[in-house]
């Protein structure tokens, strides 16, 4: 039975890292290739910055999920924790955007970027 287990856990492992590098690999292709259409503008940034603002989220919701053991804990706890995280992301980033967005306007004309 232990042995199971620990084939169990290596596979997971393996699984969980697969998973990771390949969200990983997409981000660097992004960041290297940079496709045109991506460059419009959307909610505050461009969406190339909001599609990996996106993907990193997910990799940290998948790192929370699997190497903090989120996947077996009662349904309430789980949310308790990624609803907390997720307002608080959610909030911090459009606090950022709009600050951002306010010192581009406001320096924008006296310092060339």
Sequence with gaps: MGHAAHE????RIWIV??????ITTVEVG???VKPDAMHLYGFGT???NWF???LTLVKAYYIA???MHLEGEKTWFRRAIVW?????ISYLLILILIEGD????TLGPLVKW
Aim: proline share 0%.
């Design 52 to 54: 990996f603002i996106i």
């Design 65 to 67: 999920w699997a190497f």
């Design 17 to 22: 890292l697969a998973i990771l590098t390949i």
């Design 84 to 88: 907390t995280v997720v307002f608080l």
């Design 30 to 32: 992004f960041g290297i």
């Design 46 to 48: 461009s969406w190339l």
């Design 102 to 105: 306010y010192l581009n306007e």
């Design 8 to 11: 169990s856990s290596k596979k």
